[in-house]
């Protein structure tokens, strides 16, 4: 029995009355993790949406409003850029990392750093001395941290639940973190609606990790890390690389990882700019513009469950097809949206089709993958689907300055249609077939 198997197998407080489309939650260590996410991600995503709405104030301070729309496209993109690209730039390091040491104790170590940097940025807010340059540090600071965190907390899953409920159990992880783009945003637009400040969000946001940290001094069981057969045989190197050599060169997977690629860079920058679209291309304000980023949740939250529902089908090349047209004709037809009804239902389908895409990809990674290598996998596929959205941030960002918001998410998202239109043709042409578990 793998060792993936064995410690979820001999964990104390297995649930075996729970219904298999939430399979995942008959493990109690998976369970610890899912509900103290569940407050943590809320949080997250409260701060987030918080932090774009700051950033579009701060411009109107030194920048007459009518002036305003093309500067706070740009800071939007460096500010979201700042905080993701860390992640491309470590992803080799820390995917060593996470196969080197204990997991579990490094989720513990990310956590606590998170809620330093929420709570650093709580007082700089209250004490009246925010401004961009700060944001955009303090992003850089939590961009470290994640991408240290991401291939640990990924590659944690598995030691929580086992093979066998590891699909379940990655789409109930994108339920929560969906679930939490809708709560969050909601709980942000509230306080902002009710004359609370956006510093409310940030210091909730910091009290909210004190239950993943919680949760994760609770599990039992052991969690060391899986011995590397190729150890002796590799230098160092190659062994920091090795995660993207395993996806360079496994039949189908290369093919998926570009396909991730083009999301990421070209159609996925256009959340750091949905303030800009909320303020300036639907005109609608603090409240309204929480309740766009909640419909994002509702769609991606539905096409999680849906995802766990499907898990036991080996559905998952299905629904990563699916997933892409929804996400690139949503945003296509978002690019004309200019009634704010109209924009929230098709938020609903983009982020349907954003879980989709992103979740199912990562079922399929983690299915092939071998445990000594899933630290470094895992970091090579958070260096694609999150790392490759500063650059592509950036460039719209400043191709949103230059001709505005709806034409820059116009081009991007019609060029990755056309190069996942390709790619569709090429997967359909050579099917792809999950190896037996």
């Known amino acids: 029995m793998p060792p993936s198997e064995a410690t979820a197998a001999a964990e104390p407080g297995y649930w075996a009355w729970v219904p298999s489309a939430f399979s995942a939650l008959r493990h109690r260590n998976y369970r610890l ?8 991600m809320s949080g997250t995503w409260m701060q987030r949406t918080a932090q774009g709405w700051l950033v579009t104030e701060l411009v109107l301070i030194f920048i007459p409003k009518a002036l305003a729309a093309g500067p706070t496209n740009l800071y939007l993109a460096i500010v979201s850029a700042s905080g993701t690209l860390p992640v491309l730039i470590f992803g080799f390091f820390t995917g060593f990392i996470a196969d080197r040491f204990d997991k579990r104790r490094i989720v513990i170590l990310t956590q606590v750093l998170m809620m330093v940097q929420a709570a650093i940025l709580t007082v700089l807010y209250y004490t009246k001395i925010i401004n961009i340059p700060y944001l955009i540090a303090l992003a850089v600071f939590l961009g470290v941290v994640a991408a240290i965190d991401m291939p640990a907390r990924q590659g944690l899953v598995i030691e929580l639940t086992g093979r066998k409920d590891l699909p379940n159990a990655i789409a109930l992880n994108s339920g929560i973190f969906n679930a939490a783009r809708m709560i969050g945003p909601a709980v942000a637009g509230m306080l902002l609606a009710m004359h609370f400040t956006v510093g409310s969000a940030f210091l909730l946001n910091a009290v909210s990790y004190v239950a993943v940290v919680v949760a994760l001094t609770m599990m039992r069981g052991r969690f060391t890390p899986h011995r590397d057969p190729q150890a002796a045989q590799e230098t160092t190197w190659q ?199």
């Open 33 to 40: 993790y899912w509900f103290g996410q569940v407050i943590s």
């Open 239 to 437: 062994r920091v690389v090795a995660g993207f050599r395993f996806l360079a060169t496994t039949h189908g997977l290369r093919r998926i990882t570009i396909m991730l690629s083009v999301i990421s860079l070209l159609a996925a920058p256009f959340m750091p700019l949905l303030p800009s679209v909320a303020r300036y291309q639907l005109g609608v304000g603090a409240a309204d513009f929480g309740f766009l980023v909640a419909c994002i949740g509702v769609g991606a939250v539905g096409g999680a469950f849906a995802l766990a529902l499907l898990s036991a089908r080996r559905a998952h090349y299905v629904t990563l097809r699916a997933g892409y047209s929804l996400l690139l004709g949503g945003l296509i037809a978002l690019s004309f949206a200019r009634t704010f009804w109209l924009a929230a239902a098709l938020l609903v389908f983009i982020g349907l089709g954003f879980i989709w895409t992103f979740a199912s990809t990562n079922i399929i990674l983690q299915l092939r993958v071998p445990d000594y290598l899933r630290g470094r996998v895992m970091a090579a596929f958070s260096q694609v689907a999150m790392g490759m959205m500063p650059v592509g941030t950036l460039i719209v960002g400043v191709l949103a300055r230059a001709i505005g918001v709806s034409h820059a998410i116009l081009i991007g998202t019609s060029l990755a249609a056309l190069i996942g239109g390709y790619l569709f043709i090429i997967l359909r042409n050579h099917p792809l077939k999950m190896p037996a578990e």
